[in-house]
């Protein structure tokens, strides 16, 4: 027999699928296609990468909210909140269901009029809305919540000369049990800012109409209890006004702030099964409604502002692999053509990514990085992946919310988004953007103009 060359043995650490209770760890289960329309298609036809988003998604996940909350208080109102996606594709899904618009500037208020949404059914938010907007927002009837003292002196400067009064509410902030405090929106509950302001909207009743109360704790909150809470503070201070200042409170508002089923960066468990269920805080509000003493024939509206939970589950990203490498560490990384300018969101979330096809070998701990030139392009520090080569493709789950308001252009041009109807039919609902749209408002001085 021959002797066999020598060949140095080599150590290598096993990082990834070690041996667990239940036998070797599975990687991520492949997803080749959403709702039946094969994943390579979708990509061959609107090109790599693609944000997709179920139509038939937008529509449970909302039905959901509204049934969770409407079985347990009579008189519920969504009013979808535009910075979180404004597409008018899905915005429109969402007024197709039911929902009014919550919008926090002078630009989604536009938006939301040119959706067809009537003014009175636009609740207009936010620590800077400028005197145009209030105006513009007075004209058209829009219902204004008032963040700040300023802002209510502007608007009854606004309301002088007009033939009738702006619609407003106030916005409250509270302790909830929620740490931090947002305390910078709003009129403090327990200070007794909000009193005074409630009091100064009553002597100016000959020009604003009080007609609700608004409150938004924070976003991606996980305590039910702490809806509750507010709800609880809210209504009692809805009736202290009717009682003590003669101002019947039509609605309730309780914003937004509703988890999704994404997991938060840090967290122990993943997302489906560290966030509760919306019945817990559907059951939280309403009993703390039902418990506030209101008339039963005069219970307050609830308005809900859902904007996360209503549509990151609806959401996801198409991209393919660019590269693969070895890291001086030893760590495997894999460079896709996605960047954290298209998923503002993992900053904040370990985002759920699956290959496209079944690849064979074994799961190893993989750093996902984007496509940029820049050092903080990480999508997942660690994630557990097949072996990807280059030209597989790869699909991030949930990514609805918030990805396609803060996406920035940066380095790379914005791709295309598609929606997938109820019938799997796709339909480009912003198109892929181009140098020319980039440059459109660019202008170069005469001087810089080559004569050549
Ligand atoms: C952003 C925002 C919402 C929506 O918050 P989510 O956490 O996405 O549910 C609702 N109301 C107001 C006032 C907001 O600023």
Partial sequence: ???????????????????????????????????????????????????????????????????????????????????????????????????????????????????????????????????????????????????????????????????????????????????????????????????????????????????????????FILQPAAYGAAAAKLAALALRCQQELQLPIGYLDLGGGFPSQNTLKGSYLPGPDAVPPLDDYAAAVADALLGAGFRPDALPLLVLEAGRALVDEAGYLLGTVLATKRLADGRRATVVDFGVNLLFTSYWYDHHISPVRAASGQTEATVLYGPLCMNIDVLRESISLPPLVAGDQVVVHRVGAYNMSQWQQFITLRPNVVLLDTQGQAHVIREAETLEYLQQNERVPAHLVSEQ
Wanted: proline content about 8%; hydrophobic content about 40%; aromatic content about 8%.
């Fill in 1 to 219: 027999m021959p002797k066999l060359p020598y060949e140095r043995p080599t150590l290598r650490r096993l990082t990834a699928a070690p041996l667990a209770k239940f036998g070797p760890q599975a990687g991520p289960r492949p997803v080749a296609e959403l709702e039946g329309v094969p994943v390579p298609e979708l990509l061959a036809r609107f090109g790599s990468p693609l944000f997709v988003l179920s139509e038939r998604q937008l529509r449970r996940s909302y039905q959901a909210m509204h049934r969770a909350f409407g079985t347990r208080y009579p008189r519920v109102q969504l009013a979808w909140s535009y910075k979180t996606n404004y597409l008018n594709a899905v915005c429109r899904v969402f007024h197709q269901e039911g929902a009014w618009a919550e919008v926090v500037s002078g630009m989604e208020l536009e938006k939301a009029l040119a959706n067809g949404v009537p003014g009175p059914q636009i609740l207009f938010n936010g620590p800077g809305k400028t005197l145009a907007d209030l105006r513009r927002a007075a004209e058209v009837e829009a219902i204004i919540h008032l963040d700040n003292a300023d802002e209510l002196h502007r608007l009854l400067d606004v309301a002088a000369g007009r033939p009738h009064r702006p619609r407003v509410a106030l916005r409250v902030n509270l302790d909830a049990g929620i740490f931090p405090q947002w305390d910078r929106f709003g009129f403090n509950l327990e200070n007794g800012q909000a009193w005074q302001a409630l009091q100064q909207v009553a002597e100016a009743s000959d020009r604003l109409e009080l007609v609700g109360l608004h409150c938004h704790l924070g976003t």
